[in-house]
């Protein structure tokens, strides 16, 4: 038992390292550290601030209109395609966000093809819209993206107990309007609350849109200070203030998921007369396009814009075809090998707090997931900071070689970034397994390694199976720690996906971008049809 909790403790400290190493450097508080940081507040953190600020609440605009408005016409209103647009809906979950900066900039440009087409057959001049590389274009395409975080769980909400509480509003009187805005959306506020809070997190995460469009984050000011501008003090700085904003809006989420969970106690069970009102007609149409919309905006046009992209590029040269193998492997390799840790952590001390129910495990299982909620461009800085201190101390002591020059560094950047996916997964999956199941097993006399052997891995295979392709995916679309981690000559598809765009050959950007799409599509499907049984 000691030597388990001792590699469990061990485990832990490795995953919660990176964002300590980052809080910690304020203890290195120094002349230096004081001039850096004065340095920053007169120059480039304000706007950052302001920038970040600003796209969080456009992009909070955006998921909320589109997330509750389609959740709440699928769950409250009968009208045909309802079905089939309830899942169509998650597609843009498919879909990296700076894959749909790269076809919409394409697109929508000055020279891109729908502004030429329009000049030529109406005989306008210049620009006919601003630049789409500004802070609303990043705030139109994270919408675009993240919207699904809401509609998931205002879905859900809404599904509980909607339908009947609008019933008998309707039998006391209350108008359609009233019933939606009185009712339906005040029940699903926690719910919005808490997909909103995760579509913040992902914003403040995000580097690939940012960098593409120009936008000043923190993610871009990070990745600046660290690579371009070679001060280490200044990224540490800027991630630590990054590190607040994302614990506060943390914060927010849980206290939203708290009042989701009361929100959601199921009441009775539903009856004939509490059925979505049936639409026809113009409302029938609205509704559609309603729903029908955001898919078309956040998957179908950008699939066909980088597919378009993809035969013009093939008309014009060879694409590398050669290279792609290359790179299709090296994503494959990189997100099977920190799928497969991350499975068999997430399963090891889910099933030890399943058994030891102590403060220590679960305090510990908590700490462990923290690292979803930290941008990738922060773990890179809590990754490289210890190394760059060892060096500078130790310059024989290798620590550099082997974090950037093996893949050593980098699936422990996926490993702190994507174990909270695999442990929600598998603590799910034991939530649905009664302990009562674990005690007739201790009581006809078999051991631990029995009951986990013979009860709880084969309840377990389809959920661990389910983490798996999670963080696999996950992993295949990471971008930041991937471009600054990755040893030399092990390029991915989202680092190459990103270097062609940015250097405007969108033709062979266009084959790694269509092939992430393609390995998120799987996942996505499976969770729809998880949804609709």
Known sequence: ??????????????????????????????????????????TVLPDYTRTSLFLCALVALGVVSIGAVSAAAVTLFDFPGRQTLSWL???PLAMPAYVVAYAYTDFLQYSGPLQNWLRLHTGWQGALWPDIRSTWGAAVVLSLSLYPYVYLLC???????????????RLLGAGLLRRIFRVALPLARPAIAAGLALAMMETLADFGVS?????????????????VMDNRVAAAQLSSVLLFFVAAVLWWEHRAQDRLRFANRR?????????????GGWRAALANVLCLLPVLLGFVFPVLIMGHALWVGSQQQALPWAAFGGWFWNSLRLGGISALLAAALALWLAHGLRTHPTWWRRLSTQLAGLGYAVPGVVIVVGLMLPVSWVQLHWPGSGAGYWLTSTVLGLIWAYLVRFI???????????????????????????????????VHWPLLRPTVAS????????????LPATLVLRPFNTDTLAVMAYQLARDER????????????????????????????
């Open 1 to 42: 038992m000691p030597f388990f909790t001792f590699f469990r403790g061990l485990a832990v400290c490795l995953l919660v390292a990176p964002v300590l190493a980052v809080l910690t450097a304020w203890l290195q508080w120094d002349a230096s550290s004081a001039v850096v940081w004065q340095g920053l507040l007169d």
């Open 89 to 91: 809906l998650l597609l």
């Open 155 to 169: 879905r859900s909400a809404l599904a509980e107990r909607a339908p009947q509480l609008m019933e008998a509003a």
């Open 211 to 227: 960098s593409y469009f120009g936008v000043q984050t923190f993610s871009t000011g990070i990745y600046k200070a660290w690579l």
């Open 267 to 279: 009441g009775p069970a539903r009856s004939n007369e509490s059925q979505p009102l049936r639409l």
């Open 420 to 454: 909270a996916v695999a442990l929600q997964s598998v603590q799910s999956g034991y939530a649905r397994i009664p302990v009562s199941a674990d005690e007739s097993a201790r009581m006809l006399g078999s051991r631990a390694s029995d009951i986990f052997a013979r």
């Open 467 to 478: 983490a798996l392709l999670l963080v696999w995916v996950d992993v295949m679309k990471e």
């Open 506 to 533: 969108l033709g062979e950007a266009a084959l790694p971008s269509l092939a992430l799409v393609l390995a998120g599509l799987l996942p996505v499907l499976l969770m729809a049809k998880a949804q609709q049984k």
